[in-house]
């Protein structure tokens, strides 16, 4: 009987240790979390003002190429409708 509570202390003994280090081990894992969203935050404040002028050029460089699409499809139906009236000039 002795010589078994020597063994189940020391197997509690690990347990407690065990569950020490996996807390320790959650523990650092959320503070490095933290700190990776803090330098994360850093970065966006940092950069805002770039990204910001991105956004605004690419913007107008949609722009100007919906305007370009939209003026060729308009030169295209107007192609398109003259070469109708020469066929049906022609053709009468």
Known sequence: MFSEQPE???RLEYQILEQESEISNVENRACFALHCIQME?????????VLASALQKM????RIA???VSSA???Q?????????VLAFFSA
């Not at 935050?41 to 003002?49: F, G, I």
């Not at 913007?59 to 949609?62: G, H, L």
């Not at 139906?77 to 009236?85: I, K």
């Open 73 to 75: 499809a308009a030169l």
């Open 77 to 85: 139906m107007l192609f398109c409708v003259f070469h109708f009236f």
């Open 59 to 62: 913007a107008e460089y949609e």
């Open 41 to 49: 935050t850093q970065l966006v404040y940092a950069n805002m003002e």
């Open 8 to 10: 189940a202390l020391e």
């Open 66 to 68: 919906h305007s370009e």
